[in-house]
């Protein structure tokens, strides 16, 4: 059996992050909104993945944190991609932490022997907060997202990641733990 399976760490959403999502929903554009309870920041999509593997994905993930400390990310500033003229998702970034990135690029080398295919695009951390479905209201999202761009939205703390499972229906994705690894 198979899943669709990623590794992601929580965000926990606050008063900032559910005012810029609220912001979003008053354009009017046709979006598909994330559940504020399910946002996450997603450091490696693994995509279909056989159930057998789940204790190889968690050997490597433990080993790639087994020598790391809690740390915080900042969640600042919003865009769209793939570009504010064609939006396809609106995201909430971060700024540059480098031990972020040391964590997101080992488990990407390190799931490559188990069978996962490197992401040639690289890590791009954000939050993806909305799905653009149709150019309705165009211009006043990227307005709204333009008002964002530079907005503090958050400190978060970095304590664990997950592996998770998702399964998509009508209604939207449902996430499931599988495995949580600590810092």
Same mark, same amino acid.
């Given at each position: 059996?198979?899943?669709?399976?990623?590794?992601?760490?929580?965000?926990?959403?606050?008063?900032?992050?559910?005012?810029?999502?609220?912001?979003?929903?008053?354009?009017?554009?046709?979006? !598909?909104?994330?559940?504020?309870?399910? +946002?996450?920041?997603?450091?490696?999509?693994?995509?279909?993945? %056989?159930?057998?593997? $789940?204790?190889?994905?968690?050997?490597?993930?433990? /080993?790639?944190? =087994?020598?790391? %400390?809690?740390?915080? +990310?900042?969640?600042?500033?919003?865009?769209?991609?793939?570009?504010?003229?064609?939006?396809?998702? $609106?995201?909430?970034?971060? =700024? %540059?932490?480098?031990?972020?990135?040391?964590?997101?690029? /080992?488990?990407?080398?390190?799931?490559?022997? $188990?069978?996962?295919?490197?992401?040639?695009?690289?890590?791009?951390?954000?939050?993806? $907060?909305? /799905?653009?479905?149709?150019?309705?209201?165009?211009?006043?999202?990227?307005?709204? +997202? !333009?008002?964002?761009?530079?907005?503090?939205?958050?400190?978060?703390?970095?304590?664990?990641?997950?592996?998770?499972?998702?399964?998509?229906?009508? !209604?939207?994705?449902?996430? %499931?733990?599988?495995?949580?690894?600590?810092?």
């Amino acid at each position: 059996m198979t899943f669709r399976g990623f590794i992601a760490l929580d965000i926990k959403p606050n008063d900032e992050i559910r005012k810029f999502m609220e912001a979003l929903e008053k354009t009017g554009a046709p979006l !598909k909104m994330v559940n504020p309870n399910d +946002i996450h920041m997603t450091i490696k999509f693994l995509g279909d993945t %056989e159930e057998d593997k $789940v204790r190889e994905i968690s050997e490597v993930v433990r /080993r790639v944190l =087994e020598d790391k %400390e809690p740390f915080t +990310i900042d969640l600042k500033g919003v865009g769209a991609f793939p570009h504010l003229g064609y939006m396809k998702v $609106v995201w909430i970034g971060t =700024e %540059e932490e480098p031990k972020l990135q040391k964590i997101a690029h /080992r488990v990407e080398e390190e799931l490559v022997p $188990v069978g996962f295919h490197r992401d040639d695009k690289g890590f791009s951390p954000h939050v993806t $907060v909305a /799905r653009v479905k149709g150019g309705k209201n165009k211009e006043r999202l990227k307005a709204t +997202i !333009k008002n964002y761009e530079d907005f503090f939205f958050k400190t978060q703390k970095v304590t664990k990641l997950k592996l998770m499972k998702s399964t998509l229906t009508k !209604k939207g994705p449902i996430y %499931e733990a599988l495995e949580e690894y600590y810092l």
